[in-house]
């Protein structure tokens, strides 16, 4: 059952039957810009980027985004940037992949964000969705809605914070503005 | 002149007594059936087929292949027979393909006793059909044409038979196809195919970018990286174009070798179809499942199983399990230290303030604010160590199972494979060069893999060891044990090659290395020296470079089958002790040229030298030393691994105190020379 997601409404990652999720994905979609008809290598592409950054009480110690694919732990891993969308039919086109089991005893939380790399605003983009599904088992435990977003350039989607044993999930919607991950941080950081 | 005919159309048979040749890609099974003037079958009496092969006039394989060759003779076939059709199906006991759809179209020639195409006929367009009527050779006013039919039936041999108008026609075919399972049961099984050799045979790259951040002008002490699996796609299909068509030295004799068909040692089979597929692809016949993991208990990691990991061949399957056992616990490492380092940094930070508080100097306060503060990191640190402790328990039996399953390439000299040890009949993936660990992992060793052939040069560096302390026994003794790990390299290269596909020549100018030498030179495995003095080290370097030249050239201009015949195309190791010794500048400018355009055309180097020696040549040797990848003779940490630059302790891979198995191993390296005689 899929939540939709409102902003800083928290879900828990524990499952209904007790069991912890050990592996989530983090996918986002959109659909590609039109073809122009002539000279259609001029076509203004758009390219979101998906990043996830580590932290460890409030200090960011890792990042996983389209130049580090993979954190130096090995547990969050970038399946690769993608540089124009898709079919804008709900499938991922970028994917950040946690093992949370194997997430550094001293990360407490994960930050996802989208970029605009290419800089168009999210009314610009269509069909634009952010999601997390349980890659155990390919559930959707949440999903995010970005197209219509305003005027922004950027989203902070959501964190995935250690709560006790486990591991919850906040959601988070704060529209921010940047190129890439690092424009964000003086976004993140209150939010943490 | 061969008729290429299509469907539907005949042509005329100028003679009666006919050869028909059936080619396909896979094992097919030829039979005829002879008819007469209304097309009517003669019954079962009138079917050639494995069950029973000759008829007059007509005989055909007794068991499935993939070519077969069928003899007719027209003018011995009784008057009553119009028509003879001869038919393909598959097997279809031997669990292969079941419609012709999945395999190539097959071929039909028919030819004369000599050889001479009459006409041809490429049997397209089928798909799930299992029997065809491939052609029929039929009497048109007493003489005798054939005709392309290619006639395939989806209800296999029984539908076509009945189709002929044979009674009992299931019975009949049931009885094909069991005289066809008896005779591939007697049959010699498929060699499997081969792993991808395209990938085998690719060039790595030099270390990845940040893999080697200690840069390496500084010289000797400089970390450097180690290439694996995942840093080879950059450069190889570039390096495989330039080496593709160059007689052998990258390849063993009798593997693929891309577009050289005439060089091929091996030599491609004369007078088979062409074969169109990619040779680096195989793609034929899938390889045989990877061993998995039994299920495991609720709740716990799966118990590990050696080959567990993907690749074409067990081979493949483990050199791929040990490089990702090698980045997991690079990775898991990256995490305990991080946690760690915050865990010190953080307890720094809450110390700093509490000092800094001017509430905590008076009375227990600041002490209280300390014992909390080291409490916290105290936790931190034994949680990340239990998460450690874990990963490294999954390792370490990961470890126990596939250390014992490694074939001799990759296994250390102690391990029973090599006391059973026998010459392969090719050459390995890669070769283990010794065994990393970090402090924090003790025990657990990962073999040290590169792919073969060798991309880059080796450097066994003979300087002082900071373990020894004595000032002499500094200086020879670390000579001798950088000698000696040399040769267990330098015969575990050989012994792990087919026989006669690696030579190595030794170069030892003032002798000093004959201690260490003895298991190669006495075993007589060696294809030259060791040389010693001034005019040996040019004798053996001349040689080599004009090899490399020679290679080279004819690589170059395209003209691989230029090269003089006697050309030996083994793969070459140049062992150098001792250098500069024995060295006159114009050695020196040979080295470099072998160490630079050696590795591409198969000449490798093995260098056993300190630095220090060298010194006098100054900046003019750095490019040599950063070409050669280094290594000591004792455990020393100066590798770093692609993916997180940790250094990495490596001990070379020795031979035993005491073991006689090197000897053992190079008296059978050989003997199995002799016995092929290379």
Not at chain 2, 5 to 22: C, D, M, Y
Not at chain 2, 557 to 575: E, F, Y
Not at chain 2, 628 to 654: K, S
Request: glycine share 10%; proline share 9%; with cysteine.
């Amino acid at each position: 059952m899929t939540v939709n997601l409102a902003k800083g409404q928290a879900i828990s990652l524990q499952k209904n039957d007790g069991g912890s999720l050990t592996a989530v994905r983090m996918g986002l979609g959109w659909k590609a810009a039109p073809r122009r008809g002539l000279f259609g290598s001029r076509t203004r592409e758009i390219d979101l980027d998906a990043s996830a950054v580590l932290f460890a009480d409030k200090q960011s110690v890792d990042v996983v985004f389209f130049r580090h694919l993979v954190s130096d732990d090995g547990s969050v891993r970038h399946t690769g940037d993608n540089l124009v969308g898709g079919a804008g039919q709900g499938g991922d086109d970028e994917a950040v992949l946690v093992d949370l089991a194997r997430v550094p005893v001293h990360v407490d939380q994960i930050v996802f964000t989208v970029n605009s790399f290419t800089g168009q605003t999210f009314q610009e983009v269509q069909n634009a969705f952010c999601r997390l599904v349980d890659e155990t088992n390919g559930q959707e435990l949440a999903r995010y809605t970005l197209d219509g977003g305003g005027n922004f350039t950027a989203q902070i989607m959501a964190k995935v914070h250690r709560v006790g044993g486990g591991w919850t999930m906040t959601a988070l919607g704060a529209p921010a503005n940047g190129r890439t991950f690092q424009d964000l941080m003086p976004t993140i950081l209150p939010l943490l | 002149m061969t008729a290429e005919l299509v469907r539907g159309q005949n042509h005329p048979l100028s003679q009666v007594r006919l050869e028909i040749r059936i080619s396909a890609g896979r094992p097919v099974v030829a039979a005829a059936t002879l008819s007469d003037h209304n097309g009517k079958a003669q019954g079962t009496d009138g079917v050639a087929h494995p069950g029973a092969p000759v008829l007059p006039g007509l005989e055909v394989p007794r068991q499935a292949a993939a070519e077969h060759r069928l003899a007719v003779d027209l003018a011995a076939m009784p008057e009553t027979v119009h028509r003879v059709n001869v038919l393909l199906a598959l097997p279809t006991r031997a669990g292969g393909p079941t419609r012709f759809g999945a395999v190539a179209a097959p071929f039909v020639a028919v030819t004369g006793l000599d050889g001479t195409g009459i006409a041809g006929y490429t049997i397209t367009g089928l798909d799930a059909e299992s029997a065809v009527v491939a052609i029929e050779l039929y009497r048109r006013q007493d003489a005798w044409k054939v005709r392309a039919v290619g006639q395939g039936y989806a209800g296999g041999l029984a539908a076509l038979l009945t189709d002929q108008g044979l009674p009992q026609a299931q019975q009949l075919a049931d009885g094909i196809q069991d005289a066809v399972a008896q005779g591939l049961a007697r049959a010699v099984p498929a060699p499997p195919p081969r792993p991808a050799d395209a990938d085998r045979a690719r060039p790595a790259t030099a270390s990845l970018p940040g893999a080697d951040p200690a840069g390496q002008g500084a010289g000797g002490s400089a970390t450097q990286g180690i290439t694996g699996p995942g840093a080879q796609g950059a450069t190889g299909p570039a390096g495989q174009g330039t080496v593709g068509p160059v007689p052998a030295p990258p390849y063993p004799p009798g593997e693929p070798q891309g577009t050289s068909g005439t060089q091929s040692p091996a030599g491609t089979p004369t007078g088979g179809p062409i074969d169109y597929r990619h040779p680096g692809r195989a793609t034929s016949a899938p390889p045989p499942p990877a061993p998995t993991a039994p299920p495991a208990a609720p709740g716990q990691p799966a118990p590990p199983v050696a080959g567990d990991a993907t690749g074409w061949s067990m081979d493949e399957r483990l050199y791929n399990q040990v490089w990702g056992m090698f980045e997991d616990l690079a990775r898991s490492t990256a995490a305990y230290r991080s946690a760690v380092d915050f865990a010190d940094s953080r307890m720094e930070k809450e110390l700093d303030q509490a000092l800094s508080d001017p509430r905590n100097r008076i009375g227990g306060q600041g002490d209280a604010v300390r014992e909390a503060a080291q409490d916290k990191h105290a936790l931190l640190v034994d949680q990340a160590r239990a998460a450690y402790d874990r990963d490294l328990a999954q390792l370490t039996a990961e470890s126990d199972v596939v250390e014992p399953a490694l074939p001799p390439a990759y296994a250390r000299w102690d391990n029973p494979v090599w006391h059973g040890y026998r010459a392969p009949m090719e050459m390995p993936m890669a070769v283990r060069l010794g065994d990393l660990h970090l402090p924090e992992s003790e025990p657990l060793r990962i073999p040290m893999l590169v792919r073969l052939p060798l991309e880059r040069g080796l450097w066994i560096d003979s300087g002082p060891v900071p373990s020894l302390d004595d000032e002499y026994a500094d200086s020879t003794e670390s000579r001798h044990l950088a000698m000696v790990a040399a040769v267990a390299l330098a015969s575990r290269l050989l012994a792990v090659y087919p026989p006669g596909d690696f030579g190595v020549h030794v170069i030892d100018p003032a002798g000093a290395g004959a201690r260490a030498l003895a298991p190669l030179a006495g075993a007589g495995v060696l294809a030259s020296g060791p040389a010693a003095g001034a005019a040996g080290v040019a004798e053996v370097l001349s040689r080599l470079t004009e090899r490399v030249d020679l290679v080279q050239m004819a690589l170059r201009g395209g003209a691989a089958d230029a090269l003089p015949p006697g050309l030996d195309t083994a793969q070459q190791l140049l062992v150098v002790n001792d250098f500069p010794h024995g060295f006159d500048d114009r050695a020196v400018t040979q080295l470099r040229y072998i160490a630079d355009e050696g590795p591409a055309v198969g000449v490798h180097l093995l260098m056993v030298a300190d630095r220090e020696d060298a010194s006098a040549y100054g900046p003019l040797l750095d490019p040599l030393w950063r070409s050669l990848l280094r290594l000591t003779p004792v455990p020393d940490d100066h590798l770093a691994d692609p993916w997180i630059g940790h250094a990495w302790t490596f001990e070379p891979a020795l031979v035993p105190a005491g073991s006689q198995v090197l000897e053992r191993v190079l008296a059978e390296v050989a003997r199995a020379r002799r016995e092929w005689n290379r």
